[in-house]
């Protein structure tokens, strides 16, 4: 029998990230002005491209919500059930979802965010399950596939994998402009799993006395690693907190600062202006920490840090830090910058600094 998959696109998830506005909740507009280019309906044809051959019958939305994505990918085999609106809606995810449920699907595919798997849940609860083509800023539900890659093996095998629940988060953006992370969990989604193809849902770290003893080791060890005139790049955390405050430094708690013989030069960059930094700044050092138990080192709230300016940086210069009880809640590490071939130069596994001078080395998980 032939997998039915409902597909929805939202066309503006992701568009906040580049431009460092930290979600597009609220904020198309602006992060249209400040120059953000859609990237869902480019990594769901990153998707969908993968499947073309396969048998499927894939259900949609009209227009920028999936038909033309679809289209646009060869696909024949496609029935359009709801009309978006423009510009599309919340309410246009819920009720293309209901459709999609009503139609009988076996699978909804969507791209977009945690604000989209709510929405998705709201209309179809456990009944059908759900998938996430990793296309919004902060993705911290555990019903996302790990890239588009692995999102069409998952799609590919609908129906014979096995379901598993799902928590589905959603961040206040309002509180994470302000540098506070605040997740709740909203409900309990299905979704299809194979072990690393499907991310684990965000860890709220709570601190113990042994984490933060831990995080200020780390601190210790790379304020002596960062104390030359060499430019590095923060990137968001409390584990990087803790290497500012060991240098008497400013940073943001979630975003990426850049600095230039030893002072702050760049705070709360976005893409544009890490850019520029990095053309006035050879050899720059990027320091980042892995999301706790997901693993994404650069993907998941990190979209100011482009292919563009990862390439820059390389991967020789990328410092990962984390403390051992992070990376014991950490199955595995991952790369999603959104762009597949930057991904596969990484090598098969990376160092993790989780120590004064200690370290031990992560596979990197590579979708097939």
């Known amino acids: 029998m032939t997998p039915v998959i409902g597909l929805l696109i939202n066309p503006i998830a992701g568009m906040g990230g580049t431009v460092g506005l930290k979600g597009t909740d609220g904020l198309a507009g602006e992060a249209l002005a400040r120059g953000a280019t859609p990237k869902s309906a480019i990594r769901t044809k990153e998707t969908l491209s993968l499947l073309k051959n396969d048998s499927l019958t894939f259900l949609t939305a009209s227009g920028a919500m999936g038909e033309d994505a679809v289209r646009e990918c060869g696909i024949t085999a496609i029935s359009v059930l709801h009309e978006s609106g423009e510009p599309t809606t919340a309410e246009d995810s819920i009720r293309a979802a209901a459709a999609f449920k ?21 209309a179809v609860g456990t009944t059908v399950p759900i ?8 993705m911290y539900s555990a019903v996302f596939a790990t890239d588009p890659i692995a999102a069409a093996a998952l799609i590919r095998e609908a129906g014979s994998l096995p379901i598993r629940d799902a928590e589905v988060l959603d961040v206040d ?9 605040s997740t709740r969990l909203y409900g ?6 194979r072990a690393g193809y499907v991310q684990h849902a965000k860890e709220t770290v709570f601190r113990t006395g042994t984490e933060e003893e831990d995080r200020q080791e780390i601190a210790n060890f790379m304020a002596g690693v960062l104390s ?17 405050d060991a240098m008497d430094l400013e940073c943001t708690l979630l975003g990426f600062d850049a600095y230039a013989d030893g002072t702050l030069a760049i705070r709360d960059g976005d893409a544009q202006s890490l850019l520029g930094f990095l053309r006035d700044h050879q050899d720059t050092r990027l320091i980042i920490s892995p999301i706790g138990s997901q693993g994404f ?6 979209q100011v840090i482009t292919p563009e300016i990862l ?3 390389g ?13 014991r809640a950490t199955p595995e590490l991952h790369i999603d910058s959104g762009d597949q071939h930057l991904d596969r130069s990484f090598p098969d596994s990376i160092r993790v600094i989780c120590g004064f001078g200690l370290a031990e080395r992560r596979k990197l998980h590579r979708s097939l």
């Open 228 to 244: 030359s005139p060499r430019p590095f790049i923060l990137g968001p955390g409390s584990t990087t907190e803790a290497i500012a």
């Open 188 to 193: 309990i989604a299905t979704t299809p799993y």
């Open 311 to 313: 390439r820059s940086i």
């Open 102 to 122: 009503e139609a009988g699907a076996d699978l909804i595919v969507f791209a977009g965010g945690d604000g989209t798997a709510r929405d998705i849940l709201s």
């Open 131 to 138: 998938l996430g083509i990793p296309a919004g800023v902060k």
């Open 297 to 302: 080192i650069i993907g998941r709230g990190t």
């Open 315 to 327: 991967d020789t210069n990328t410092i990962v830090v984390a403390t051992p009880g992070k990376l």
């Open 173 to 181: 953006e309002e509180a994470y402009r302000d540098g506070r992370l």
